[in-house]
């Protein structure tokens, strides 16, 4: 209930703050003050209803975007914040925003039985055995337990009108336990899924949990790299591009890694993407090379 009703509260605000003057949220990076041989407890919400939505194409409506607005500095708001904006991807106070990502969830509705049953214990707990366990590893965070830093995470995921694509957009702050006002690092990370070879050219209503956590746990070893300073800071800024629902897609960034058929990159407003850059329906190069 709580939770809801700081969704609310900050939807209202949102809608208030007009389109064109709103502020982006603020990228952190205060990872200095992370130890470099830590165990990050890792928090994440549970699931009212699941987490997943449809994408929608706001190019091709004639409205207003709208930029985020993100009320208030602390953990809890900053990842409230970004819920509220993707669950409405600005459509505050636009009912044909909410009307078309009302539209856009019917594609979801082969898939809403087992989308039922993704659940935040079991995804924390794929993350905690899957990621590798050196000097930053990852433990399970619990209301019984004393850690000296969270990582708090809300995932959100979205998938393309074609169901070839599906998207994570995961915030993250990091903060020590007593001190949760002032996050030691935040961030929206992006992460969006490869191309399907073979088979149908579909995510199957089987496979997308799997893949929502695959996506998940990505996005979490790019923050892992982050804290690690594993990411380059002297590329130079560019016009890049990648693919995504079976479209050609370019942003103004930064590359930080590259691979023969992926890339990560920063955005200008300090967000990270891993994003594929091959479009599907291809042979897959790395494994062709």
């Known amino acids: 209930m709580r939770y809801y009703v700081l969704i609310i509260f900050l939807i209202f605000l949102a809608g208030c703050s007009g389109n064109k003057t709103s502020q982006y949220v603020e990228y952190i990076d205060q990872s200095t003050s992370i130890p470099k041989n830590i165990s990050l407890a890792i928090k994440v919400e549970s699931f009212d209803t699941p987490p997943f939505y449809g994408q929608v194409d706001y190019d091709n409506l004639?409205?207003?975007?709208?930029?985020?607005?993100?009320?208030?500095?602390?953990?809890?708001?900053?990842?409230?914040?970004?819920?509220?904006?993707?669950?409405?991807?600005?459509?505050?106070?636009?009912?044909?925003?909410?009307a078309e990502q009302e539209k856009a969830n019917r594609v979801l509705d082969?898939?809403?039985?087992?989308?039922?049953?993704?659940?935040?214990?079991?995804?924390?707990?794929?993350?905690?055995?899957?990621?590798?366990?050196?000097?930053?590893?990852?433990?399970?965070?619990?209301?019984?337990?004393?850690?000296?830093?969270?990582?708090?995470s809300y995932p959100v995921f979205f998938l393309s009108q074609d169901k070839s694509t599906l998207i994570l957009k995961n915030a993250i702050t990091i903060y020590k336990e007593d001190n949760q006002e002032k996050p030691a690092y935040q961030n929206l990370v992006e992460v969006v899924s490869s191309p399907l070879y073979g088979g149908e050219g579909y995510i199957s209503v089987e496979s997308i949990n799997d893949r929502g956590t695959e996506l998940f746990i990505d996005s979490l070893a790019i923050m892992k790299a982050e804290l690690s300073e594993?990411?380059?800071?002297?590329?130079?800024?560019?016009?890049?591009?990648?693919?995504?629902?079976?479209?050609?897609?370019?942003?103004?960034?930064?590359?930080?890694?590259?691979?023969?058929?992926?890339?990560?990159?920063?955005?200008?407003?300090?967000?990270?993407?891993?994003?594929?850059?091959?479009?599907?329906?291809?042979?897959?190069?790395?494994?062709?090379?």
Request: proline share 5%.
């Open 62 to 98: 004639d409205v207003n975007h709208g930029q985020m607005t993100y009320i208030g500095a602390t953990p809890a708001t900053f990842a409230g914040s970004i819920l509220a904006h993707a669950l409405i991807v600005g459509a505050a106070g636009d009912s044909k925003k909410k």
């Open 230 to 289: 594993k990411h380059p800071t002297e590329n130079k800024e560019m016009t890049l591009s990648f693919y995504s629902g079976g479209k050609k897609v370019y942003e103004r960034g930064t590359v930080i890694s590259q691979s023969c058929d992926r890339m990560t990159f920063r955005t200008l407003r300090g967000r990270v993407k891993s994003v594929p850059t091959i479009e599907r329906g291809v042979s897959r190069p790395c494994l062709d090379s």
């Open 110 to 152: 082969p898939y809403k039985e087992t989308i039922a049953t993704f659940n935040a214990s079991e995804l924390i707990e794929n993350s905690v055995t899957r990621l590798p366990r050196d000097a930053i590893s990852f433990t399970a965070w619990s209301t019984e337990g004393l850690y000296p830093w969270v990582i708090h």
